[in-house]
C-alpha cells in the first residue's frame, strides 16, 4: 500500500499531477480541492494517497489531508459509487461542506455533481450520515506539506486547460464550456478558472 508520497512536482494538468521521487515518477489523481493547494512545478509537496489495483490498471488518489483522503474511503464503499465519481465529488464540494450537506439530508445538492442522480445522492446521504459520525472532517488534519506557496501564473490556454480539467471530471462539454465562458477573465489563471466553474454550477 502506497499511503503517502513527498518528492518534486514535475507536471500539474488538472486532475492529475507527476511527482517524481528518486527519480521514480508517480501520476496521482487528485481532487480539484487538493489540487489548489498544490504549488508551483519545480517544488516540493507531500500527498496523501490511496492505491487501487484493478486487472487492467494501478491508480494513485492523492489528498490534501489524511481526514480527506478518509472521506474518499468511505465514499467508495457506498453502492454505485467508484473512485471515479467520489472524485468528482470532493472536486465539487470541500470534505466539509459534504458533510454539512449530508447533515441537512441535502440530497438535491449532490444531484448537481457530474455522475450524482437522485438515487445515487439519496444513497450518500442515507450511507454517509452514520459513517461521518467517526470522521473527523475539519479541513484542517495534516495539511498538505508545501515549500513553496502556490502563485498565480499567466496561461494562454487557461480556457482549453480549465474546459479538459472538468471533461475529466464527468461533466459534458457544453456543460463544461458554458460553465468556463460564464467565470472567465484575463486576471484568473486556470485553477482559479476551475475553481469558480465548478461553484457556479452548485
Known amino acids: 500500500m502506497i499511503g503517502r508520497l513527498q518528492g518534486l512536482l514535475v507536471d500539474k494538468q488538472a486532475p492529475e499531477v507527476l511527482i517524481d521521487i528518486n527519480g521514480v ?6 481532487p480539484m480541492t487538493s489540487f489548489y493547494e ?14 487501487v489495483v484493478r486487472e487492467d490498471a494501478q491508480l494513485l488518489y492523492g489528498f490534501a489531508n489524511t481526514s480527506e483522503r478518509a472521506l474518499f474511503r468511505e465514499l467508495i464503499k457506498v453502492n454505485g459509487v467508484g473512485p471515479k465519481l467520489a472524485l468528482a465529488i470532493l472536486s465539487g464540494m470541500t470534505a466539509s461542506e459534504f458533510a454539512q450537506t449530508v447533515s441537512r439530508d441535502d440530497a438535491s445538492a449532490l444531484t448537481k455533481l457530474p455522475g450524482v442522480g437522485k438515487k445515487t445522492a439519496e444513497r450518500l446521504v442515507i450511507e454517509m450520515r452514520d459513517r461521518l459520525k467517526n470522521l473527523t472532517i475539519d479541513g484542517a488534519n495534516e ?19 480549465a ?6 471530471l464527468g ?7 458554458k460553465a468556463v465562458a460564464k467565470v472567465l477573465s484575463p486576471e484568473l489563471n486556470s485553477e482559479d478558472v476551475i475553481k469558480l466553474a465548478l461553484k457556479s454550477m452548485l
Open 38 to 51: 498544490l504549488p508551483d512545478v519545480g517544488n516540493k509537496a507531500t500527498i496523501y494517497t490511496h492505491f
Open 171 to 177: 461533466y459534458k462539454p457544453q456543460q463544461a464550456s
Open 25 to 30: 515518477g508517480y501520476e496521482v489523481q487528485l
Open 143 to 161: 495539511p498538505l506539506a508545501l515549500e513553496a506557496t502556490a502563485a498565480a501564473s499567466a496561461n494562454k490556454d487557461v480556457e482549453g486547460d
Open 163 to 168: 474546459i479538459a480539467a472538468l471533461l475529466a
